[in-house]
């Protein structure tokens, strides 16, 4: 049943209703019985004196000084106060929640985020430290509802995709907006809605659409990336969870070492291929096909797949990512692993003992299944120690006995839960967006140069993992991922989705790499500036101080020559993250950009 807010207000009209009835039956039986009191012992009242005593009922002044000897005074003397404690205790919400809805009129640079799933609660607990959260949810009876509020959020209960719901969520004035209620239509209404009344207002918002189908998300992304951002108040960025999720646990759980390398070509185990399963075999495989050409090695990584649509999957894989097998020796097998057959048979055993497994990864939405499952392979030779990652969408009560069972028995000790929703890895590329895995590309790319030139990561803190990196450099890598998008469009050129493992050619002309290399340097100037450093003989990072906060035309050429390796790099940069350069328009257009910005 919709209970929408004017449903809400009836209901508290009558509530209040059936308090005043109450308050009247009070009064009457207390006016009542008092005037039975008095009468019986003899004392002289007049019906003011007897209001006034039941009036004190209300308050709990009333004392024994005449007799209790009626019912109707009896019920009126017990009642009274807890009629006193109801009305306090709604007064009491009431004004809680209309405070709130004042507060909102004063509310700028807030975050809102429409459903409470899995995903809106933790959005809203990440942000409530330092920001307003404001989130709309259409279910009044959503159990996350109380523990958003414990965080301080204000939480408006209504349908999202109503325009004065969301001009009341002052969407004209907030900094974010994460629309998330697991519904892609919905989703898509509400970002409409929401584009309509930032144009109308005249003010801006980053809007994070949550798509669950992961061809809307990358059909969207990719006509997103065609449209120049400046021209819109509202930037539109598109995520969706299990992609994320399948890009993070290969970074924070890495399907092989450099141990693994020395013994032999790596061997591993997905369990669920569906779209973190998919996203986690191809970022492996292409780990993988990074490393060849690093290491001049030509053999391929081997990955087993067990799911139930196996047939399907591999086919899908094959026409997706064409160039899968050339780097992957895949083995799809079509078992379902709730079956008896999975469960009780010897299936499991048999087969890691002929092809021994390096690392195990859990892709399945049902942590019970993988729970017991990973357990059950305690009991395989050939499995007993093999690292096992479990993926589970949020911390339940079958993850949390088992991080129990974990620290109790340290036969456990190398099975890992991987919490999709609350990684610290996924929260930060949901609400950083592209941007936050543009900038970690950029960052990887970096560490790869400079170990090829044979500096040593534990001299320059700027080599340090993502992780682990200075939150001023980890900044510094976000401007620059803003501007890739920026650069291209001044040559006519987009950042598009690509499948395919293998990264697409791009060479930019000359003349693109040297406008496009000043464009860098007056951006990295720009940065330093703003960050307080100065023109300098020599550089020093304490003082920050640097020679090089110059034009680009007086620049060293090895500077210069830095600058323009930075232009070259973008192709291979966002490669990393499956994302390619496409030309838009003709290269007499972009000669005639590129000109007139000279």
Not at 27 to 32: D, F, K, N, R, S
Not at 454 to 483: C, F, T, Y
């Amino acid at each position: 049943m919709k209970i929408d807010e004017k449903s809400l207000n009836e209901i508290g009209i009558r509530g209040f209703f059936i308090l005043g009835l109450s308050f009247l039956l009070v009064m009457i039986l207390g006016i009542w019985g008092f005037s039975i009191s008095y009468s019986t012992n003899g004392i002289q009242y007049g019906i003011f004196d007897i209001v006034y005593s039941t009036l004190q009922l209300f308050v709990l002044e009333f004392r024994l000084t005449t007799p209790v000897n009626n019912i109707q005074l009896q019920i009126a003397r017990f009642l009274a106060p807890v009629l006193t404690l109801s009305t306090l205790t709604i007064l009491i919400c009431v004004s809680i929640e209309s405070f709130q809805k004042i507060s909102l009129q004063f509310k700028k640079n807030h975050i809102i985020i429409c459903g409470l799933g899995y995903l809106g609660p933790r959005i809203g607990e990440y942000y409530a430290q330092n920001s307003k959260v404001v989130i709309i949810e259409k279910n009044p009876d959503n159990p996350e509802i109380p523990g958003c509020k414990d965080y301080g959020a204000t939480v408006l209960i209504g349908d999202a995709t109503d325009e004065k719901l969301l001009k009341r969520a002052h969407i004209q004035k907030a900094k974010e907006i994460f629309i998330v209620t697991g519904n892609d239509e919905v989703n898509a209404e509400i970002a409409v809605k929401c584009n309509d009344i930032v144009n109308e207002a005249n003010s801006s918002i980053n809007c994070h659409i949550h798509f669950e189908s992961p061809f809307l998300h990358d059909m969207f992304n990719m006509t997103n990336a065609r449209a120049k951002q400046s021209e819109s108040p509202i930037s539109m960025d598109f995520f969706n969870l299990y992609k994320i999720s399948g890009y993070c646990i290969q970074k924070m759980h890495v399907p092989y070492t450099e141990t693994d390398l020395e013994n032999g070509t790596p061997h591993i185990l997905v369990l669920g291929a569906g779209r973190m399963g998919e996203t986690l075999i191809t970022k492996t495989t292409k780990k993988w096909l990074r490393w060849q050409n690093e290491s001049g090695e030509s053999s391929k990584i081997q990955i087993t797949c067990i799911d139930r649509d196996a047939e399907k999957k591999e086919q899908q894989f094959n026409t997706l990512y064409p160039s899968l097998s050339s780097h992957c020796e895949l083995a799809m097998i079509p078992i379902d692993l709730t079956s008896p057959e999975y469960i009780y048979g010897d299936f499991m055993e048999n087969y890691a003992k002929n092809h021994p497994f390096t690392r195990i990864y859990f892709c399945i939405d049902d942590s019970s299944i993988a729970v017991s499952t990973a357990l059950m392979f305690q009991n395989i030779k050939a499995l007993k120690d093999v690292p096992i990652v479990i993926r589970t969408t949020q911390e339940d009560g079958i993850s949390m006995i088992f991080e129990t069972l974990k620290k109790k028995c340290k036969s456990l000790s190398h099975i890992e839960t991987f919490q999709i929703v609350s990684s610290p890895c996924c929260m930060k590329i949901i609400t950083g967006g592209t941007r936050e895995i543009l900038a970690r590309a950029i960052h990887e790319n970096y560490r790869t140069m400079k170990l090829k030139e044979g500096i040593n990561p534990a001299e320059d803190d700027s080599m340090k993992v993502w992780i682990e990196l200075d939150p001023a450099l980890q900044e510094s890598n976000r401007q620059q991922a803003d501007h890739v998008q920026e650069k291209l469009y001044d040559i006519h050129c987009y950042m598009a989705v690509h499948k395919d493992l293998e990264a697409p050619e791009f060479d930019f002309k000359d003349k693109e790499i040297e406008y496009l290399a000043e464009k860098e340097h007056e951006r990295w100037c720009e940065e330093r500036l703003s960050d307080g450093w100065e023109k300098g003989p020599v550089k020093d990072v304490i003082k920050k101080i640097s020679p090089y906060l110059i034009p680009y035309q007086d620049l060293p050429e090895e500077i210069k020559e830095y600058n323009r390796d930075a232009v070259r790099m973008i192709p291979s940069i966002l490669d990393l993250v499956d994302l390619k350069v496409v030309r838009l328009d003709s290269s007499s257009a972009q000669e005639t950009t590129i000109q007139n910005n000279q």
